[in-house]
């Protein structure tokens, strides 16, 4: 059985829980609490799991393993279909950009760690963290809605008519957008996928409110 160490708001581990869900894998949650007792993912024993101290990490049973993006294009090697990743190069430098501009430009300045040490280290406001993260937010799914709107390879997801690796990055992202009040108003293509997404069971199945920790 694979354990998925796991927050339930956590984006990172939400995209993993979307792609067990799609491939149809059995997996247990092992809740990591990122907020209580100081954050549980600071412990000796979860750091031996995940140097960095960060969810999700994926114990196969055979191996722990780390970020969520390779964690899922593993899965797809050890799991080829349903294919979360389309078959010909081009198509597949398509997919990865998108799911890398929420993976690695937007989320990495607005996840726990870095708004924490903005609140420490430099005083930050409430108010002031809210405007970082909207701005980061929106600067990053602007450049998505372009990316995905009038380009014929978007279907109904981003890329096609099945799923794939760039709608495991973007619903949970969309998520907490949502959950920050960020304006989407200007962003009809990625609003209509991420309802398209949200129909479907295996997104439903992975979103924050259905899992055991859920608070």
């Not at 869900?21 to 031996?48: C, I, T």
């Not at 420490?120 to 909207?134: H, N, P």
């Not at 794939?164 to 962003?187: I, K």
């Amino acid at each position: 059985m694979l354990k998925l160490y796991t927050y339930f708001r956590s984006s990172a581990a939400y995209r993993v829980r979307i792609a067990l869900n799609l491939k149809g894998l059995a997996w247990d949650s092992v809740p990591v609490h990122l907020v209580r007792d100081g954050g549980q993912q600071n412990s000796p024993e979860y750091r031996a799991r995940s140097p960095l101290g960060t969810v999700p990490a994926l114990d196969t049973g055979e191996g722990v393993f780390t970020q969520s993006l390779a964690i899922i294009e593993y899965l797809n090697e050890i799991h080829p279909t349903p294919a979360l990743l389309p078959a010909s190069a081009e198509s597949r430098a398509r997919v990865r950009a998108i799911a890398q501009t929420i993976a690695c430009e937007i989320h990495p300045v607005n996840n726990l760690r870095v708004l924490s040490y903005l609140t420490r280290e430099f005083g930050i406001t409430q108010e002031q963290k809210d405007i970082w993260y909207r701005h980061w937010v929106g600067e990053g799914l602007r450049a998505v809605e372009t990316m995905l709107a009038g380009d014929p390879r978007t279907g109904t997801f981003c890329h096609g008519e099945s799923p794939g690796l760039a709608d495991c990055c973007l619903v949970p992202q969309v998520f907490n957008a949502r959950r920050f009040d960020c304006p989407l108003d200007d962003m009809p293509t990625v609003r209509r996928i991420v309802d398209a997404c949200e129909q479907l069971h295996a997104f439903k199945r992975a979103a924050p409110a259905a899992q055991p920790d859920a608070e």
